[in-house]
């Protein structure tokens, strides 16, 4: 069962550009909800996360947008640059307990 | 240490045999979390510890896997007679009793059943 439904799989956008990655979920009791960024080799980085009682979370060029009532969430990445090019992940849990995460987008920013 | 730091790197087994792999937390941190993450799919949940028990192993796919932490620190991920579909990363996170929901990842153990 997928918990949550993470799109698009790929994306490419050029250098300068707004990199945006939708996710969905279905169990209303998630109440916490990150970005992960992964590059080869490495293991999952904490982006920014954020919380169901509000609707946006802005750290420097990343931005979460959260609709609740949809039960769908975002990641806007500004400015998007040759460095931003990784696996992306979203992910949902219920406070202490364990990750869900989605499929993955793969990010490539051209230069 | 600095981060978490899973050993070893790579493993490569032979179909039937035992493996373990091992996962340091990040000092002080009490939550443990294993993932398996196959190619091209996101991280899916093993096991959570926290300190010394095993909170919620729903995730261990079966009785071939095992997982423990004795002195609520170091973690071992066990696997018997492995199959090659056990074959993937397989990651360990860990994060802090005040705020154990942000949780940090290790680099993963790579493990190929051949």
Request: charged letters at 20%; proline letters at 5%.
């Amino acid at each position: 069962q997928q918990q949550v439904k993470q799109s698009p799989q790929s994306l490419i956008v050029q250098k300068g550009g707004i990199s945006i990655i939708n996710c969905a979920y279905e169990n209303t009791a998630f109440d916490y909800f990150p970005w992960y960024q992964q590059f080869p080799g490495k293991g999952p980085a904490l982006l920014i996360a954020i919380r169901p009682d509000v609707s946006e979370k802005k750290e420097g060029r990343f931005t979460i947008s959260f609709n609740k009532s949809a039960k769908q969430f975002s990641l806007h990445i500004m400015d998007s640059q040759p460095g931003d090019s990784a696996t992306y992940f979203c992910a949902a849990s219920e406070y202490g307990n364990k990750l869900v995460f989605g499929a993955g987008t793969i990010l490539r920013v051209k230069s | 240490g600095a981060g978490v730091s899973q050993t070893p790197s790579n493993k490569v087994t032979e179909k039937g045999k035992y493996v373990e792999l091992r996962c340091d937390p990040i000092s002080g941190h009490t939550a443990l979390y294993w993932y398996r993450q196959s190619l091209g799919q996101g991280p899916e949940f093993l096991i959570y510890f926290q300190g010394t028990g095993a909170a919620d192993d729903s995730g261990l796919p079966n009785d071939r896997f095992f997982a423990v932490r004795p002195e609520g620190s170091v973690s071992t991920l066990k696997i018997q007679r492995t199959e090659r579909g056990d074959s993937a990363v397989y990651l360990c996170a860990s994060s802090s009793r005040d705020s154990n929901t942000e949780a940090f990842f290790g680099q993963g153990t790579r493990l190929t059943v051949v």
